[in-house]
Structure formats: structure tokens, C-alpha cells
């Protein structure tokens, strides 16, 4: 199952709402999940069921969708979240991620 | 809190086999309903799924690895491990072990650092 990502990359400022999509090339229900990856450090799971928000995890990331069409926002960009986010499907093996869409400061 | 650990050799030569391990702590290798997977990140690229061994020893792996690939757990000694066999340079990358607490897969919800591995003679 093919993820792709879009955009692959975007400049927002600090109170910014941000939405980037993963769409997949076939049905996958709710079994994505989406994971923020900054530099040096390992990746963190934000949203899994395509909307269901992982413990610990600010309420400013929610995620929305379901089939092939997936959202993840970010309500107001804040100085931490910028970093590249990845999102992957669990509905059949192989696994697999989306390319990623960096976030960067404007 | 469980916590993971990748360790192996930084450097390895091509065609030879690359080993992995990936050690647990703060929580049971054996519990049910667990997973845990490897992953990897080529140098300026992005994540790509290696494969899964569920808590029974059933494993899944991502074909475009060609059958090089075997994942284990050793429960006896907290550790899975990741083998890849006939590397080349397009091995190269970091390397992490991570676990999916999910009965049904949700999604990855703890990583180890990730351990960088580089294929070069």
C-alpha cells in the first residue's frame, strides 16, 4: 500500500494552523497512525486510528479520516513542532510509511 | 516505562550480514499482544518499515528486502534481534527497534534511539 504525503515540505510561523494529508492507494479503514521526527532523536507517535491522539500528546495535534484521505493538524504551531512527519498505515503487510512532510519556520 | 537499546557494530563490509539487537527494559519481552519491530532511516531519506515479531514468533517482513531478512526474540536474554543478510551500500542507515503495545497494530509507541550502520569495504 503506497502512502503519499503532501506537501513534502512547508514554511508556517509560530500560531500557524498546519494540515498535511496521507493519502493511500487503496482502503486502509482508520489503521494509520502519525509520528513527528525531530533531529537526533527517535520518532514519536502522535495519532493512532487515524484520529485517536496518543497519551502525552499536546491536544493542538488532532487527526482526522478514514478509507484513503487522512488529515493531521496542527491548530497552533508552536517553536517545538517544527520537525518532519511521517505517516504510516498498519491495515496489511507490508507495512508502510508516507514519505514525510518537513515543517520548517518561516 | 519500557525502554529500548539498539546495539551492533557501526561498520560493516559489503556482502557480509549485519546483526542487530535490541534490548528491553522496564517492561516483558514475553507479555501477549505485544509487538515489536524494526525500522530504518537512509541517510536523507525517510522511514522505511524492516519488519514485525508478534509476542507468538509470528514475523512479517518487508519484501523489498528480498528475503534477507530474519527478526527473533530471545525472551531468556530481554532482546530481539535483526539480521540482514548480503548488505550493500543501500543498507546504510539508522537503525531502530521499537514496540507497538496494540492487540491490534496501532502504531509504534516506544523506539530506541537507533543505532547508525554503515556498509562500506
Do not use: M
Amino acid at each position: 500500500i503506497q502512502l503519499t504525503q503532501s506537501p513534502s515540505s512547508l514554511s508556517a510561523s509560530v500560531g500557524d494552523r498546519v494540515t498535511i494529508t496521507c493519502r493511500a492507494s487503496q482502503d486502509i479503514n482508520t489503521y494509520l497512525a502519525w509520528y513527528q521526527h525531530q533531529p537526533g532523536q527517535a520518532p514519536k507517535l502522535l495519532i493512532y486510528y487515524a484520529s485517536a491522539l496518543e497519551s502525552g500528546v499536546p491536544s493542538r495535534f488532532s487527526g482526522s479520516g478514514s478509507g484513503t484521505d487522512f488529515t493531521l493538524t496542527i491548530s497552533s504551531l508552536q517553536p517545538e513542532d517544527f520537525a518532519t512527519y511521517y505517516c504510516q498505515q498498519l491495515n496489511d503487510y507490508p507495512l508502510s510509511f508516507g514519505g514525510g512532510t518537513k515543517v520548517e519556520i518561516k | 516505562q519500557l525502554q529500548l537499546q539498539e546495539a551492533g557494530p557501526g561498520l560493516v563490509k559489503p556482502s557480509e550480514t549485519l546483526s542487530l539487537i535490541c534490548t528491553v527494559s522496564g517492561g516483558s519481552i514475553s507479555s501477549s499482544n505485544y509487538y515489536w519491530g524494526w525500522i530504518r532511516q537512509p541517510p536523507g531519506k525517510g522511514l522505511e518499515w524492516i519488519g514485525n515479531i508478534y509476542f507468538s514468533g509470528s514475523t512479517y517482513y518487508n519484501p523489498s528486502l528480498k528475503g534477507r531478512v530474519t527478526i527473533s526474540v530471545d525472551t531468556s536474554k530481554r532482546y530481539f534481534s535483526l539480521t540482514l543478510s548480503s548488505v550493500t551500500a543501500a543498507d546504510t542507515a539508522l537503525y531502530y527497534c521499537a514496540h507497538d503495545s496494540g492487540s491490534v497494530l496501532r502504531g509504534l509507541d516506544v523506539w530506541g534511539q537507533g543505532t547508525a550502520v554503515t556498509v562500506s569495504s
